[in-house]
């Protein structure tokens, strides 16, 4: 072989070399394994017990009572005529949007015709400053019963006469209200509804 032959055929054994081998081809790579996840699994929140479930819907049957007082009171001329028409205009109002029953239902019978007589209207909105349940009791009959205590900041109250001008109140309002409350559930009209409402003025919510 000559000189120019073999510097060929080393050149052409080194380069092979350096490529692996002759014609041979590598053991694929393992594959890279997956990342590990740092994100918490999901889990369902945990369910209520029937005695938090209870205080939760006894809490917004509250809530929706307080608005529809509020609403009330914000709009009492629209309620003037139906007043003066019919002596039962306002039970629909008392039992179906306030939820009141028995002895809170004829209580809020007279306070809301005591409203429509006084000639005011309200301007702004009631904060319930605090509110509590307790006492959750279950009958076999699926009914229920329990008491709470509520506590409202009436501060950001005003009135006006009908026509917009300020009211002329017989007395200074109230800044706070405290409510101890009695209330009932029945299965057959699904829903909270209150029973007993004792309303006293207070220095202040806790």
Same mark, same amino acid.
């Given at each position: 072989?000559?000189?120019?032959?073999?510097?060929?055929?080393?050149?052409?054994?080194?380069?092979?070399?350096?490529?692996?081998?002759?014609?041979?081809?590598? +053991?694929?790579?393992?594959? @890279?394994?997956?990342?590990?996840?740092?994100?918490?699994?999901?889990?369902?929140? +945990?369910?209520?017990? @029937?005695?938090?479930?209870?205080?939760?819907?006894?809490?917004?049957?509250?809530?929706?009572?307080?608005?529809?007082?509020? /609403?009330?009171?914000?709009?009492?001329?629209?309620?003037?005529?139906?007043?003066?028409?019919?002596?039962?205009?306002?039970?629909?109002?008392?039992?179906?949007?306030?939820?009141?029953? /028995?002895?809170?239902?004829?209580?809020?019978? #007279?306070?809301? #015709?005591? $409203?429509? #007589?006084?000639?005011?209207?309200?301007? *702004? =909105?009631?904060?319930?400053?605090?509110?509590?349940?307790?006492?959750?009791? $279950?009958?076999? /009959? =699926?009914?229920? =019963?329990?008491?709470? #205590?509520?506590?409202?900041?009436? =501060?950001?109250?005003? $009135? &006006?006469?009908?026509? *917009?001008? @300020?009211?002329?109140?017989?007395?200074?309002?109230?800044?706070?209200?405290?409510?101890?409350?009695?209330?009932?559930?029945? @299965?057959?009209?699904? *829903?909270? $509804?209150?029973?007993?409402?004792?309303?006293? &003025?207070?220095?202040?919510?806790?």
């Amino acid at each position: 072989m000559s000189v120019a032959r073999r510097a060929t055929a080393v050149a052409a054994m080194l380069l092979l070399a350096a490529c692996g081998g002759g014609g041979g081809s590598d +053991p694929e790579s393992p594959s @890279p394994s997956p990342p590990l996840t740092t994100e918490p699994a999901l889990t369902a929140p +945990p369910s209520l017990t @029937p005695e938090e479930q209870a205080e939760a819907d006894i809490q917004a049957t509250f809530e929706q009572l307080i608005a529809a007082w509020d /609403d009330f009171k914000a709009n009492a001329s629209d309620f003037v005529d139906d007043a003066a028409a019919d002596p039962a205009w306002n039970f629909a109002l008392v039992e179906s949007e306030l939820r009141m029953l /028995d002895e809170a239902q004829i209580e809020f019978l #007279n306070s809301t #015709n005591a $409203f429509i #007589n006084s000639e005011v209207e309200q301007v *702004g =909105r009631t904060l319930i400053a605090a509110f509590d349940v307790h006492d959750v009791t $279950f009958d076999q /009959d =699926r009914s229920a =019963r329990a008491h709470g #205590n509520a506590c409202l900041d009436l =501060r950001g109250l005003s $009135f &006006v006469a009908y026509d *917009g001008s @300020p009211a002329e109140l017989p007395a200074e309002p109230s800044s706070y209200q405290r409510w101890t409350l009695e209330v009932t559930f029945i @299965p057959n009209r699904e *829903g909270w $509804f209150l029973t007993k409402a004792a309303v006293e &003025v207070t220095g202040a919510c806790p």
